[in-house]
């Protein structure tokens, strides 16, 4: 499996670039992910997001999706949009560690 | 007496009260089926609607005529589930108690979270449609005896919902019927979608795909809608991409039950968080969801309420008399996919296997091609709307295995 060297820390990734290791990932290495992605600081609202896609992802076992953040943690999601710009579901999820939220059948 | 209480008498619900009450004691077993809509509706036929292909009298029927005797049958809204106190309270202030819970009530259309789709329905504007309902169809049916080109568009709101093949399948008509009547050449058709392609699994999304590309449908990926602009006939992205329309038919947002949500049962979207092999509710372990109401990770179609409501009686035979519960549910899906000029596809598939190509055994009639347009597929979903009515719904013995099987199928390497 593929690694990759983000902010110093050496991490297991997928073929995307997505953490595969969850327990890999701590709240320092967050800020590093972020600017692999183009966003240089995370806000307060950027930081709502990531803390609850990683509760929910302890307590469910996979990634929230755009759906599932919007109504459980009250953010809009014209709001995760403008926090994730473009792609937010996928930008979410990698900045948080976790895979890509997985889109159903 | 023990009561088994079942919410729902669509797919699941009626599948479920047919196999049991064979299987139960009636000197031990009360069964009962709530539902506040009489009608039962072959769903599958909706798509066939717009094109004068198939009329309302091809798709209702009582659902009376489905529930078999020996199961009371109550016609009233459900208002709440009591879980704690293993109760539900129905229409005119009545409660009823259960044993054991089913929770079967299904997926829906909620347009209502979609601003400018508020309006789809009867007072509706002209170019807006859904044949998510037979309303909705039939509506739909009488626009297009009047349409005479421009962009048609066929958009999809969100994931999950309800016959993830059906869209693609409009559009496939969409492009047959617009040839017969001599129209395709000044109609644009486009496929709108969330997705990053044309289906969710890669390989049938790249056959799928190539599909929309031989029939010149211009497929528009990752579109995540947040609104439809009325006025300016376009409906826009949350990324405020827009694609403009002269005739939308949309599927909107799915949604589970809104009892289920209010009585605290449901996830994000008013679905039931249940153990994807077993059924049983993540919450109470005598309640169990099944169809399109449970939150699994398969497709929301009647083929795997089928498949699921099979295994799951065994199992519920098994549990009621304290015994582990061991047909695992794959998660099996198989659909039909309506093509145009008389042909379809055939797709099989489960929670690991992506839909491969390949043939698919069934026997005395069988084999159907996988993956791939031909026209005995056609015929397969054509005759596939009798055996709803007369084997699957009354709960008798199908030709095809609950469980997925490789057979036949070419792997994916």
């Known amino acids: ?105 | 007496m023990k009561k088994l209480l079942v919410l729902g008498a669509g797919t699941a619900g009626t599948m479920v009260v047919n196999k049991l009450r064979h299987r139960l004691d009636a000197d031990e077993w009360q069964i009962t089926v709530v539902d506040q809509n009489p009608t039962h509706y072959y769903q599958p036929g909706f798509l066939f609607i717009p094109f004068g292909m198939y009329g309302r009298h091809d798709v209702v029927k009582p659902k009376r005529d489905f529930i078999p005797p020996g199961v009371e049958m109550i016609q009233a809204e459900i208002e709440e589930i009591e879980a704690d106190n293993n109760r539900v309270k129905i229409e005119g202030d009545r409660w009823l108690d259960y044993d054991f819970l089913v929770i079967a009530t299904g997926t829906h259309i909620a347009p209502d979270e979609t601003p400018g789709l508020e309006a789809l329905g009867d007072e509706g504007p002209d170019n807006v449609h859904t044949f998510y309902t037979l309303e909705g169809a039939m509506k739909l049916e009488k626009r297009l005896r009047t349409f005479r080109g421009g962009n048609l568009v066929m958009h999809i709101t969100e994931m999950p919902f309800k016959c993830p093949v059906a869209p693609l399948e409009f559009i496939f008509l969409a492009d047959w019927w617009l040839q017969e009547q001599g129209l395709r050449e000044d109609t644009n058709l486009t496929f709108v979608t969330p997705l990053p392609g044309a289906f969710t699994k890669p390989v049938a999304s790249k056959a799928l795909g190539g599909m929309l590309e031989e029939k010149k449908i211009e497929l528009y990926a990752d579109f995540n809608i947040e609104r439809v602009d009325l006025d300016a006939n376009k409906i826009v992205a949350y990324s405020e991409e827009e694609v403009d329309y002269d005739l939308l038919v949309t599927v909107p947002l799915n949604m589970g039950a809104a009892v289920v949500g209010r009585s605290g049962l449901g996830d994000e979207l008013n679905y039931v968080p249940v153990d994807k092999h077993t059924f049983l509710s993540n919450q109470h372990d005598n309640i169990f969801a099944l169809g399109d109401a449970a939150a699994l990770p398969t497709s929301k179609a009647g083929s795997v309420a089928h498949f699921a409501v099979e295994l799951w009686t065994e199992n519920f035979l098994r549990f009621i008399d304290g015994l582990e519960m061991l047909e695992h549910f794959d998660g099996h899906a198989n659909c039909y996919i309506e093509s145009g000029h008389g042909k379809g596809l055939l797709i099989d598939f489960n929670y690991d296997t992506e839909p491969l190509p390949g043939k698919y055994p069934l026997p005395g009639i069988g084999p159907f091609s996988l993956l791939e347009e031909t026209e005995m597929n056609h015929w397969g979903k054509l005759m596939f709307r009798w055996m709803y009515w007369n084997i699957l719904l009354k709960g008798k013995e199908m030709p095809v295995p609950a469980l997925m099987s490789m057979a036949g199928k070419w792997s994916a390497g």
């Open chain 1, 1 to 105: 499996m593929a690694t990759e060297l983000i902010g110093g820390v050496e991490i297991h990734v997928d073929e995307e670039g997505f953490m595969t290791d969850p327990g890999e990932w701590n709240e320092e290495l967050a800020p590093a992910l972020a600017k692999e992605i183009g966003i240089d600081e995370l806000t307060d609202g950027h930081w709502k997001v990531i803390r609850f896609l990683r509760d929910d992802f302890a307590k469910e076992g996979q990634t929230a999706t755009l759906r599932r953040v919007s109504t459980m943690a009250n953010v809009p999601t014209k709001d995760l949009y403008q926090l994730f710009p473009k792609k937010p579901a996928k930008k979410m999820s990698y900045i948080a560690g976790l895979k890509k939220p997985v889109g159903c059948v």
